[in-house]
């Protein structure tokens, strides 16, 4: 089975660029994550939707970061315009259900470098 | 607000157990997970407690003490391929959302 898919895998942009980060959670999961991972603030996350619907964003870290979900099976994760410590691993990650614990299942990551 | 606590790194020998503790503070708490993250790749899931108790695993075991806000995970006949991050993750009780602690970098030597 194809689990959660990410692309790019790599990215390296000049900052003031837009960058867009996508992801294609498993088939059925119904919960999608978007996390960032930094050595200095280890696994964050950014924010959660269930059923397509954005359900907390509060750990997006400012305006100039925007997530959206059009359908089950797609999500986007855009910075504009970007800037050197926006410079991390991204990860999106995918869930069954909502109401009760399920584990998460991680993508293999973007790799985004800011210059 | 969330306190999640694990020490940064633990050394252990080939075949020897070691003991990976997390103490956490969660309101609303509901469940606790333990992920594995190798160097340069994904979290993997490990295990999940809602329970207070032991839950086994084939070498691997997790802990919960909901009272006290204290997990732990059990490492047994180590092998080389457990060199990793170990995170531990509470959920809240209002749906799935997770926050990871700092994560636990394992060394297993020969």
């Known amino acids: 089975d194809a689990g959660v898919i990410q692309s790019p895998r790599h990215e390296v942009t000049e900052m003031g660029q837009e960058v867009t980060l996508r992801c294609k959670p498993i088939s059925g999961h119904n919960s999608l994550f978007w996390y960032r991972q930094t050595m200095m603030r280890g696994l964050e996350l950014l924010i959660y939707?269930?059923?397509?619907?954005?359900?907390?964003d509060s750990g997006m870290p400012e305006d100039r970061f925007s997530a959206k979900m059009p359908n089950a099976s797609f999500s986007t994760l855009k910075i504009q315009p970007s800037e050197p410590r926006d410079s991390a691993v991204y990860f999106c990650?995918?869930?069954?259900?909502?109401?009760?614990?399920?584990?998460?299942?991680f993508g293999d990551g973007t790799r985004l470098s800011i210059l | 607000g969330q306190n999640i606590d694990q020490p940064t790194e633990m050394t252990a020998t080939e075949g020897a157990i070691v003991q990976i503790n997390c103490t956490y503070q969660t309101s609303g708490f509901n469940g606790l997970f333990w992920y594995q993250q190798h160097a340069g790749e994904a979290p993997t899931f490990l295990s999940y407690?809602?329970?207070?108790g032991l839950e086994e695993k084939g070498r691997f075991s997790s802990f919960l003490s909901r009272s006290k806000g204290y997990s732990y995970l059990l490492l047994k006949e180590l092998q080389m391929k457990d060199s990793a991050s170990y995170l531990c993750?509470?959920?809240?009780?209002?749906?799935?959302?997770?926050?990871f602690g700092g994560g636990t970098r394992v060394l297993v030597k020969p």
């Open positions: 993750a509470p959920s809240k009780a209002a749906g799935n959302k997770l926050t």
């Open positions: 990650a995918s869930s069954l259900g909502r109401g009760r614990d399920q584990p998460q299942h």
């Open positions: 407690n809602v329970l207070d």
């Open positions: 939707f269930n059923n397509n619907v954005p359900i907390d």
